[in-house]
């Protein structure tokens, strides 16, 4: 999503919820999320702008029905949960495109996932394969980023010519101009924090997420 795109679809989330008493809390679930949704909808064969539109109504939905959200591991996780929701908003817009579903409404969210699987490049099988690998790669995505907020820029430069441009650690140490020692400890230490964030994401995201919707308006509840 280009950016001019992302602050449009950000601004449109404001307004149609209102004011949010715990807004910065759903800033960073919008940040966290809206990447995967948004690839998960163009790779089931939406264009930009339809996929805009599933973000957009993914957290809309969310925002709406997570208070009633209660975790139980044995019912299924957030991330089941929102797949689910993602599926149907992906659905809605393969549906519009059908000239005489056109003035259909838009059907409940308990609606079957059989509806799905008769639209191309959005059956369930192969939607639940690309969310979890869109899924790691988010989460693995989201971590970095908190991660590089917290060291120092060159330390992060450094984690990410050894471990992403797999550049050896003398060349490391001459282009950064830091002893090979330096490269190993930095590269450990990094290595540490990204994995206490990924784990920190895998379980937070049922918790926190329940916690925070404390602050969506109730003409929304």
Known sequence: MKITGLLATRRSLVDRLGHWEDQAHWQEFFETYWKLIYSVARKSGLNEAEAQDVVQETVITVAKKIHKLRYDPAIGSFKGW???????????????????????????????????????????????????QEWQQNLLATAMTRVKKKVAPKHFQIFDCSVFKEWPAQKIAAALGVSVGQVYLVRHRVAALLKKEVKKLQKEVIPSEAKRCRGIPPKLR
Request: glycine fraction near 0%; hydrophobic fraction near 35%; avoid cysteine.
């Open 82 to 132: 929102l797949l689910n929701i993602t599926r149907w908003r992906i659905a809605d817009q393969f549906r519009e495109r059908v000239p005489s579903q056109n003035q259909m409404a838009r059907s409940s969210d308990d609606r079957s996932t059989a509806t799905i699987e008769r639209i191309a490049d959005s059956n369930a099988e192969n939607l639940n394969q690309l969310w979890e």
